[in-house]
């Protein structure tokens, strides 16, 4: 969908004119990453990333810049994924 709008003067010329979408960057946003020597992420954006003694994230990226506090049961299955700066709970799983 586009949509143009111009203005005409009385002289019948164009005064001002837009053109809709704006153009926007589809860039990737950059992110920073090191990496430990298994193969796991240890620092992203300059921020520690943190395992427990079975490998699994604990502390970490979740989306974009937010990092997220990992849980997990004793079958090393992902149960609950909180956002690190409020308590707010965004992903719960209760396996059976």
Do not use: C
Request: charged residues 15%; without cysteine.
């Amino acid at each position: 969908m586009l949509k143009d709008e111009f203005n005409l003067n009385s002289a019948a010329r164009v005064e001002w004119e837009f053109a809709a979408p704006l153009p926007h960057s589809n860039a990737a946003p950059t992110r920073a990453m090191t990496y430990n020597d298994d193969n796991q992420i240890a620092t992203f954006n300059g921020q520690g990333v943190t395992y427990d003694a079975d490998g699994n994230l604990t502390s970490g990226p979740l989306t974009n810049d937010t990092l997220a506090a990992y849980t997990y049961d004793a079958r090393n299955r992902l149960t609950n994924a909180a956002a690190s700066v409020t308590p707010t709970t965004l992903l719960e799983t209760v396996w059976l």
